[in-house]
């Protein structure tokens, strides 16, 4: 059982432009969200994150996007860069210690 | 420097064997996790702890055992019992926080491969 989705696998865009990856969730119950980064052979680490009570954080490139009403959030990548490839992983959670990874999209940024 | 690391970064080991992933932090946060990753799939929860001689089971718990005897090592014990060992494993921790939320910070993984 799925509760955080991530269906494009893989995203490919140009040196430059705008990176966006989507993430869907089930449980109307996660109040807290983040995004991770993953470079191959190593952990996770934090990138950004947003509460159920916005809509919208930004920190620096990176900007998050919450659509409560329909469980829906996104990460915009502006612009994006060679050193943005890897796997992103959107988590979401409903109390301290239960978070719930998405399947990850691997982000290609080509020069 | 503070960090998490867990060792080794490869491991094998036969069918039938126990094996023990190692967890250490000295960040000093309470809570510290397992997650298992698989092709294709998200981190999945293994176990996870928010204090010292305490721990709860995540989504996958079956075949795995934990102990939590320091606050700063969470071993992760891979039982013959579980059916498909062979996967990447992640540990992280994070300050506890019963009325705020914390992002985890990862370790480099261990791939345990069963032969």
């Known amino acids: 059982d799925q509760q955080v989705k991530q269906n494009s696998p893989s995203l490919s865009v140009q040196e430059g432009r705008i990176s966006i990856l989507n993430c869907d969730y089930t449980n109307s119950m996660f109040d807290y969200f983040l995004w991770y980064k993953k470079y191959p052979a190593e952990g996770p680490t934090f990138l950004i994150s947003i509460s159920s009570i916005k809509d919208k954080n930004e920190d620096g490139r990176f900007t998050v996007f919450l659509n409560k009403s329909a469980k829906h959030l996104s990460l915009h990548i502006v612009p994006s860069q060679p050193g943005d490839s890897a796997v992103y992983f959107c988590?979401?959670?409903?109390?301290?210690?239960?978070?719930?990874f998405g399947a990850g999209t691997r982000l290609t940024v080509k020069p | 420097d503070g960090g998490i690391t867990q060792s080794p970064k490869y491991l094998f080991r036969k069918e039938g064997q126990n094996v023990t992933l190692s967890c250490e932090q000295n960040?000093?946060?309470?809570?510290m996790y397992w997650y298992r990753q698989d092709p294709g799939q998200g981190l999945r929860l293994i176990y996870y702890s928010q204090i010292v001689n305490d721990f709860q089971k995540g989504d996958i718990a079956e075949g795995y055992s934990v102990s939590r005897e320091k606050k700063e090592s969470f071993p992760l014990t891979v039982t013959s019992a579980q059916k498909n060992p062979t996967a990447f494993y992640l540990c992280?921790?994070?300050?506890?926080?019963?009325?705020?939320?914390?992002?985890?910070?990862f370790g480099p993984g261990t791939r345990l491969t069963v032969l």
């Open positions: 988590a979401a959670s409903a109390r301290v210690g239960d978070m719930r």
């Open positions: 960040l000093n946060h309470d809570a």
């Open positions: 992280a921790s994070s300050i506890k926080g019963p009325f705020s939320y914390n992002e985890q910070f």
